[in-house]
């Protein structure tokens, strides 16, 4: 069975760092993208960033652009999620998704091309 398990959420200021990572199993990190979304209460699930573990190419949200890393280790089947600056803005439940590569990058933000996910991790950055 495909799984993917989100961990390293919790409770940061705002200006601190937290990093995400989705441990996966039931296949390997070969073939596909991998995806990490949002969403916040009200708000619909928003793509936050998203890498193709085939050649390591990678894709951000403008709202995280210079604050958030995306990583890979394909030995250990695990996906990164390095967030710096959290902003008040940036409080949600994470989720990581994988996706087919095809029509990376031009769809990678679609969340209806993502077909495993995760249970998520909240991230709540407050004062």
């Known amino acids: 069975q495909v799984q993917l398990v989100e961990s390293g959420g919790g409770l940061v200021q705002p200006g601190g760092s937290l990093r995400l990572s989705c441990a996966t199993s039931g296949f390997t990190l070969h073939y596909y993208g991998l995806g990490w979304f949002r969403q916040a209460p009200g708000r619909g699930r928003e793509g936050v960033s998203c890498?193709?573990?085939?050649?390591?190419?990678?894709y951000y949200a403008d709202s995280v652009k210079g604050r958030f890393t995306i990583s890979r280790d394909t030995a250990n089947n695990t996906v990164y999620l390095q967030m710096n600056s959290l902003k008040p803005e940036d409080t949600a439940v994470y989720y990581c998704a994988t996706r087919p590569i095809l029509e990376l990058p031009r769809l990678w933000s679609d969340n209806t091309k993502y077909d495993f996910w995760g249970q998520g991790t909240q991230v709540t950055v407050s004062s």
């Open positions: 890498i193709n573990v085939v050649d390591g190419s990678t």
